[in-house]
């Protein structure tokens, strides 16, 4: 078993570990090769999260490998 085996949405770059379905933009399509990542704590407020065009708070991946 794998253990803490995160993965990013493919469309948001969301990072989740047990979700089927991602939290932010609904998509099922994840990867689990993806490199650095950002914290978004208030998305209202922050650069990235416009960038992303999330506006919820979460762990972001910066590079999708595959
Ligand atoms: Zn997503």
């Given at each position: 078993?794998?253990?803490?085996?995160?993965?990013?949405?493919?469309?948001?770059?969301?990072?989740?570990?047990?979700?089927?379905?991602?939290?932010?933009?609904?998509?099922s399509?994840?990867?689990?090769?993806?490199?650095?990542?950002?914290?978004?704590?208030?998305?209202?407020?922050?650069e990235?999260?416009?960038?992303?065009?999330?506006?919820r708070?979460?762990?972001?991946?910066?590079?999708?490998?595959?």
């Amino acid at each position: 078993m794998l253990m803490g085996k995160e993965k990013a949405c493919r469309k948001c770059r969301m990072v989740v570990e047990e979700e089927e379905k991602c939290p932010n933009c609904g998509e099922s399509n994840f990867t689990t090769f993806w490199r650095g990542y950002v914290v978004i704590v208030d998305p209202e407020n922050s650069e990235i999260a416009k960038k992303l065009g999330t506006t919820r708070p979460g762990k972001f991946a910066l590079r999708l490998s595959r």
